[in-house]
């Protein structure tokens, strides 16, 4: 095989900034998303859903619909078939409760209460239309203030909702300094570039789904409940998804495609239209976050509260774990967190890219920058004093931690030495005030369970299986980079799959854990086929590898070595060949190490520096310069890396100061359901993103020093930019976004 030199200089491609092996399909549109799918015979469903956020649907114009040319057929809970499950039980965290169609009850805004299926997407449309629901409508809650309180008994995925360490009241009395804050962040919605959607064909029992997932087996197997067939009998193909960010860890209204394809008995594609998608499958919950912080005299923290108020749907428990933020990064003597909840007339919020860390490091970040201020310390070197040796929630020490290195290197590429300490100290050339502000970034390691499969096959080609998730994140290349090296073949040689039910389980593409789950089952199937195609070489005389046995074999570029004599060794072909094997498989499972983690905290880090400028006159906010170093294990592919890390800041960006959903309080309608008033950066609001690669060995998280990046980049950020905006303007605002009417509602005089 021909060396393509320099990138095989350490025989890896682990580290290599190779461009997305499916890039060409995407660029050329070539990749097939969901929708993209058309089996013969295939009808359009189209949701009809509910403009009220509370009560009972009174009348459906079943008849106008039905009546409609092209009209197959109108679900609605009068004729909606039986289901094996109750969609409102629930046995796992992630098996939210949903709308099935199941009663006449609304619950809340944009809920699904009928579905139209017809011969083309226009007269399901129509007919959905002509069904002109009427309601009985009650009085809604749609915001944090005026409901019921209570005590989640955990929030996230069962952490407990209140922490206290330590006398957080006396830690506050005897402190130098201390601040009281509040800090609200809106809901927000994940708008994914491609709606949730599916295309659903039955044989029987068994069923075809092409639908966007975030998790294969956990659909498969919700599904497989609901419909009450076996789990094996449903082939889900989900090779792309337009973006999940959390959302599309459940499969919620496109159970009504399926559902729809087997009452009709004909194939029938399924998607929710833009504004459908503020209501059943998903939100970030809105917070109140109070924070009580103290500091001696020397700027040591000697206590941190840290209080959340949040809210769930009135019918199923998501509790945004926003206090998480405050777990993780700063010493005090004291630390307590508490979360309570209400409930609202809203859908049940979920996941979304960095939930709680995302929340939580603005409010967090935002405190830290008011203490500092409090004190007169500048916020690096007040961030600096009171950085964490040990994890303040468990005591325990970090697995790895090079963020001091990334408050350095982020500081020195910023320039943040030459910042002035007082606000409204920097204009630029055109009179605009300038400011910058940093915060600090972290996000746990989360590693699921997958499991993988290697092949090395007679003509030197390799193949690697798992049922991998690629959101856009590029699970693509980097999961075949790991499985590459660990089979010894160069990833040109390397047939991967992914995406695929019938694949070995890949686990979720969530909490940042993918590369480190998917790929550590990656691994582990490449190390057990180079070791079965071993141990056939060193039991062949023939073969110059016969004996070598304690010293050793190592698999590079489709060839087996002597660990102790690299001049001695042999093709894989040629192993195969003599042993006369078309091929050799291996297998392998990855899985978090519990031992590792009980020792170990386990956390990636980072630092952000972010510089705004504010127009005096108009209080318009731009983001015009942000600078972020991330430490975060290994990185198995810095291009990817470094395109997850920009995403993440702009986000950031987007938390601090664009991003919100309008909840209208009276009827509990989202008054901005689309991507036009649903403001997310574009290009011009964000002209300069740098994002440095901190190079971190942390031999614990798991055996490839993974720890995962594709959250991160949202803390830090968020908080980065608000602090930016106070030390352009000298006005704190603490309602996020930031807008300009809150702004210039404090304006100092000039
Ligand atoms: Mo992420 S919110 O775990 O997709």
Known sequence: MAEPAILRRHGSSIGQPLTRRDGPLKVTGAATYATDNNPPGLLHAVLATSTVARGRVAFLDVAAARAHPGVVEVITPANRPPLAQDPDAKDSPFNFRMELLQDDRVRYAGQPVAVVVAETLEAATEGALLLAPRYEAEPVQAELDGAEVFLPSTIGVGTPSALRNGDVEAGLAAAEARIAATYDTPMQYHNAMEPHSVVAAWEGDRLTLDIPTQGLALTQARIAGLFGVPPEGIHIRSPFLGGGFGSKLVSGPQVLGILAARMVGRPVKFALRREQMYGPVGHRAPTRQ????????????????????????????????????????????????TTEAVRLDTGTPTFMRAPGEASGSIALESAMDEMAEALGMDPLEFRLRNYAETEPSSGKPFSSKALRECYARGAAAFGWAG??????????????????????????????????????????????????????????????????????????????????????????????????????????????????????????????LFGAGNAGVVARDGRLLRRDDESRGEAFESVLARAGLEEIEGQGQGAADPAAQERYAMHAHGAVFAEVKVDPELGQVRATRL???????????????????????????????????????????????????????????????????????????????????????????????????WHATGVRVRQFPVAIEALIADWPQF
């Open 290 to 337: 109070t924070f009580r912080l103290g500091a001696d005299a020397t700027g040591a923290l000697t206590a941190i509260a840290h209080h959340v108020r949040t809210s769930s749907s009135r019918f199923d428990d998501f509790f945004e774990p926003a206090a998480q933020a405050s777990h993780a990064l700063y010493a005090a003597p004291a630390l307590e967190t």
């Open 627 to 725: 600078v972020g170093a991330f430490a975060a294990g290994n990185v198995i592919n810095p291009r990817l890396v470094r395109s997850q890390y920009l995403g993440g800041m702009i986000w950031g960006v987007s938390f601090a100061l664009h991003e919100a959903a309008v909840m209208d309080p009276r009827s509990g309608r989202v008054m901005n359901a689309n991507l036009a008033e649903y403001h997310v950066p574009v290009n011009a609001d964000v002209p300069s993103l740098e994002a440095i690669l901190v190079e971190e060995h942390d031999p614990h998280v798991n055996a490839l020093g993974i720890k995962g990046v594709g959250e991160i980049g949202i803390t830090g950020s968020a908080g980065a930019v608000a602090n930016a905006v």
């Open 419 to 544: 910042r002035p300490r007082a606000p409204r100290g920097m204009r630029d050339e055109n009179g605009l005030l300038v400011g910058w502000g940093m915060g600090t970034a972290t996000f746990p390691v989360h590693i699921f369970q997958a499991r993988a499969r290697a092949v090395l096959r007679r003509d030197g080609s390799g193949l690697a299986e798992t049922g991998a998730h690629d959101m856009g994140q590029g699970a693509w290349t980097a999961l075949a980079q790991i499985a590459a090296d660990s089979m010894g073949l160069g990833i040109d040689r390397l047939e991967f799959r992914a995406g695929d039910s019938t694949l070995p389980d890949a686990g979720i593409a969530g909490g940042s854990g993918h590369t480190a789950t998917a790929g550590s089952a990656l691994r582990a199937a490449g190390e057990d086929v180079v070791a079965k195609l071993a141990a056939l070489a060193m039991a062949d005389e023939r073969s110059p």
